[in-house]
């Protein structure tokens, strides 16, 4: 089986995306002939020639972090190239990795009711979609990242054998849900210390201000 992966991790460098499809990929290739073609989407050109290979494509697997309860814009601009394939993409398989910071599935499952219908508004077979938060330091600590790792290395041999994504499987790995409520006072300190240690220093690090950590660069 020939899978073509689009990762759609704006970021130029290493991304949590990737990391996480080396796990897959590694599970995935664990049964001989299954060959993978990466497909990284990162800048305006990409977008557009990942929507090539997309028509190309035999199995497809769409990975990109969750970018404010949605998808990174690259990835939109990718997804609106595809509009001339509607209805047209009888017998192709695709599926979708979305991975992101908060630890619950929920933040997810809007965007998942919308790849679905995309999915089959294309005429695909829909395989459904791993969804796994708390992945956003992976990148930094992958030792402390060894459960999320493995369990895409096992979900990956899964479809590598199987053909289909195994939903059970993908429903363990997503979990929790949602969380058990917390305590307000508790975690209003909490978010104080992680905008403090965190942001502030992820923002000085870049060069960013703070007046222009709102810049829209995609507005015009
Ligand atoms: C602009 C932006 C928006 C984000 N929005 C969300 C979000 O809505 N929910 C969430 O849990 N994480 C969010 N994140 C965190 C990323 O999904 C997370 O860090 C991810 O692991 C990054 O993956 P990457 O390294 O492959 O780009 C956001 C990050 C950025 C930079």
Redesign the pocket.
């Known amino acids: 089986m020939k899978l073509s992966i689009f990762?759609g991790?704006?970021?130029l460098g290493?991304?949590?995306?990737?990391?996480?499809l080396e796990s897959f990929i590694t599970g995935f290739q664990e049964t001989p002939d299954n060959e993978v073609e990466m497909i990284r989407m990162n800048n305006e050109q990409s977008y557009k020639d990942a929507a090539i290979r997309f028509e190309a494509a035999e199995a497809v697997l769409i990975a990109?972090?969750?970018?404010?309860?949605?998808m990174?814009a690259g990835v939109k601009t990718f997804l609106e190239q595809l509009e001339p394939l509607l209805g047209k993409c009888t017998g192709k398989k695709v599926g979708f990795l979305v991975?992101?910071?908060?630890v619950e599935a929920i933040?997810a499952r809007g965007l998942e009711k919308y790849l679905e219908h995309l999915t089959k508004a294309l005429d695909c077979d829909y395989e459904g979609i791993i969804i796994k938060?708390g992945?956003?330091g992976?990148?930094r600590n992958k030792k402390g990242a060894k459960k999320i790792l493995m369990g895409a290395y096992e979900i990956g041999k899964t479809y590598g054998i199987e053909k289909v994504f195994n939903k059970e499987q993908l429903d363990k790995y997503s979990a929790p849900e949602i969380q058990k409520k917390q305590n307000p006072f508790v975690m209003k300190i909490l978010f104080r210390l992680i905008n403090k240690l965190y942001w502030e220093k992820s923002f000085k690090k870049n060069g960013v201000t703070y007046e222009s950590s709102f810049a829209r660069p995609y507005e015009n």
């Open positions: 990762n991790s704006p970021k290493i991304n949590n995306t990737g990391i996480l990109f972090p969750l970018y404010s309860y949605a990174p991975q992101f910071g908060f933040h938060g992945c956003d992976i990148s």
